[in-house]
């Protein structure tokens, strides 16, 4: 089953 | 003193409505454009970005940027408290602990406050990037709602492959598998009842229908909702 995972990564913390 | 009043309230309860399952807190970010809210759900799989122009509002006043931490399931009960067509005042002291939510009825007979303490939340403001998506659907929200409905009843995930011909829905599960075709409309007469779709490469992806169904919660706010997709970037 795939997981829908985490995007945090595409966040750039400004 | 931050003042914000809508004639009609079910603009903000739609709203409430649209992000209480997928947030428990968030923070209201207000200045004098107007409200900002940006937040992670809990497992940071989803961003909730929501922006409430002043313009918005029939009254919007904000002397000294205010961020207010709601517990969004307390804001979501006394948003249940007002009719869709109450005027609603929402107001806060600069350095308040307290926010306050007051309701007028249309003939003026019966007003309702409700008061809800603040919470101190971390800011996190994160930066969305501008994407180039390979494909980017626009389709009736109401349509995209039903599919996701009705395709989360066969399997956990929906898998959206789209091309310039137009898009296809699937699931499957133990109780089967289904798949709704949506063809690219080809004389647009009314633009929110229209499939559009531009594309630059068609996209295969395949998303929760636990989240797809969150985010149609969305569905009462607009006619359309665009869809932009990408490989390996989120929906």
Known sequence: ????????????NT | MFEARLNASNVLKKVLDAIKDLLNEATFDCSDSGIQLQAMDNSHVSLVSLSLRSDGFDKYRCDRNLSMGMNLANMAKIMKCANNDDTLTMKAQDNADTVTFMFESQNQEKVS????????????????????????????????????????????SVVISCTKEGV?????????????KLAQT???????????????????????????????????????????MSADVPL
């Open chain 2, 113 to 156: 406050d409700y008061e809800m303490k603040l919470m101190n939340l971390d800011q996190e403001h994160l930066g969305i990037p501008e994407t180039d998506y390979a494909c980017v659907v626009r389709m009736p929200a109401m349509e995209f709602a039903r599919i996701c409905r009705d395709l989360s009843q066969f399997g956990e």
């Open chain 2, 168 to 180: 296809k829905f699937s699931a499957s599960g133990d109780a089967g598998s289904a798949n709704i």
């Open chain 2, 186 to 228: 080809s004389t647009i007469d009314k633009e929110d009842e229209s499939v559009i779709i531009e594309m630059q490469e068609p996209v295969t992806l395949t998303f929760a229908c636990r989240y797809l169904n969150s985010f149609t919660k969305a569905t009462p706010l607009c006619n359309q909702v665009q869809l932009s």
């Open chain 1, 1 to 12: 089953k795939q997981r829908q995972t985490a995007i945090t990564s595409f966040f750039p």
